[in-house]
């Protein structure tokens, strides 16, 4: 029996060799960090005193070989640069390296510089240093880097789409089915083609993999702050560009230099009971009056309520089953006696076929089009001069429940909140305790 010391995987290890034997392969378990390897044929084992002390107490018989020379010694070829969000590693290349590297959420390969680009997310760089451990020649971190700034831009007033390349509307077709493949909304997936196809118009004569992050910042001090576009539009733009040059075209520069604009701090848009009561009681059609109902009876979201089946109604529970709302989640929520009295009526008279509410033709989805137009409608039948949305039903209900008592880890629930922090926005519009504050000027 035998061992020695060896570099495996660029680590010290000690071998140990003997012949096929149960007794001494249940020995040689018993020691920490033993692992046997198809490719050495062999057992081994931590390179340290302790390790080398078990093993002779352990084996009697055991021969130990030290062959370890300068010629042996590990290279300390592992270069680190920590920048801002993003870590740069170099290192030779070996299928032990690669495989963990790969492991990382986002890593990737720039060849044009030799190096792997890992974000630099939690505790990335610690597994990092941990793995290559004495291996590291050098570990950098700079600050961030200088803001890219605008260059001297045309204001676009209007894009056309139709003068993109076709080579650039194939590789959106390769992102479609990207993204369809891992299961992104077919809303999300629009949104984010949009987005590009506008963004590679005002970018032209420039071709897509030719687009980089200061292309990026024109565009948006070129075109979206100056034709006063919506901070999601930005948000989705940068979304959608990540992904696209990250896993589509590979690009040569680091994605994290699409930056995302400040998020944006706003309180959720809230009717009154009196207001949601006139809104509704202004509805003369039956199928349109439950539709508008049910989303504020239930909290429901646009999409939510346009997906329904009858079979989601759980009369004899008094549940509502949402099959894969917002971010494919199944959720739970209560519905009242007085609301499901309101849909057996509606359904008697309809009689739909496929989806809970259908449009003019049978088994057809109601068109979210038509219903934002109804409660356009009814707002100016009540006489409510507010830009009203179906979405302010949601928010009405959240707050209304939350002025009701309801606690707000419920409310969590019932809307499908991932985290308590979306749904505490809603204690800034509550006004049960706010409208009880008495002002000092009152005692003046």
């Known amino acids: 029996m035998e061992a020695k010391r060896i570099i495996y995987k660029n680590e010290e290890r000690i071998r140990v060799d003997f012949p096929y034997n149960i007794e001494r392969i249940k020995q040689i378990k018993t020691i920490e960090g033993s692992r046997w390897s198809m490719s050495l044929k062999s057992w081994h084992l931590p390179y340290s005193k302790k390790t080398i002390k078990e093993l002779k107490l352990i084996f009697s018989d055991i021969t130990i070989v030290d062959i370890f020379n300068s010629n042996d010694r590990i290279k300390k070829e592992v270069t680190i640069e920590v920048i801002g969000k993003r870590i740069e590693l170099k290192a030779p290349k070996n299928e032990y390296d690669i495989k963990f590297i790969r492991s990382f959420d986002y890593a990737r390969w ?5 190096l792997w680009i890992i974000p630099n997310y939690k505790d990335n760089i610690d597994q990092i240093k941990h793995h290559f451990k004495n291996r590291i020649a050098s570990i950098e971190y700079r600050k961030k880097e200088m803001p890219i700034v605008p260059d001297k831009i045309k204001i676009a007033k209007k894009l056309t789409t139709k003068k993109v390349y076709p080579k650039s509307i194939e590789a959106l077709n390769e992102l479609r089915i990207w993204m369809q493949h ?3 909304s077919d809303s999300t997936i629009s949104s984010y083609i949009d987005s590009l196809q506008k963004f590679f118009a005002y970018s032209l004569p420039k071709k897509h993999e030719d ?3 200061q292309d990026l ?6 075109y979206i702050i100056p034709n006063n576009l919506s901070y999601a539009i ?5 979304s959608a560009s990540k992904i696209f040059f990250r896993e589509i075209v590979n690009a040569n520069f680091d994605v994290e230099q699409f930056h995302r604009p400040k998020a944006q701090k706003r309180l959720p848009n ?3 009971k009196e207001e949601v009561k006139g809104i509704l009681d202004a509805i003369k059609n039956q199928k349109h009056k439950a539709m508008l109902s049910l989303i504020y009876a239930c909290g429901l979201r646009r999409s939510e309520l346009l997906n329904l089946k009858a079979s989601h109604i759980e009369s004899k ?6 099959k894969q ?7 739970i929520v209560p519905i009242s006696e007085k609301t499901i009295e309101m849909l057996r009526a509606y359904f008697k008279t309809y009689q739909p076929k496929v989806w809970l509410f259908e449009g003019q033709n049978n088994s057809v989805q109601y068109s979210a089009e038509s219903l934002s137009k109804i409660l356009k409608k009814a707002c100016t039948e009540a006489k409510i001069n507010k830009p009203v949305t179906l979405h302010w039903l949601r928010h009405s209900y959240a707050t209304h429940l939350l002025e009701n008592g309801t606690d707000i880890r419920y409310i969590q629930e019932l809307l499908g909140h991932s985290s308590s922090k979306t749904t505490e926005i809603y204690t800034h519009v509550s006004t049960k305790n706010i409208q009880q504050i008495k002002s000092p000027f009152d005692d003046l």
């Not at 529970?317 to 949402?322: D, E, F, K, Q, T």
Request: glycine share 10%.
């Open 110 to 114: 720039q060849k044009h510089r030799f």
């Open 182 to 184: 891992k299961r992104y």
């Open 211 to 213: 687009i980089n992050a």
């Open 217 to 222: 910042v024109n565009y948006v001090h070129g």
């Open 234 to 238: 930005q948000n989705h733009t940068v």
């Open 270 to 272: 809230v009717l009154s």
């Open 317 to 322: 529970r008094g549940l509502v089953i949402i």
């Open 325 to 331: 709302g917002k971010g494919k989640k199944d959720r």
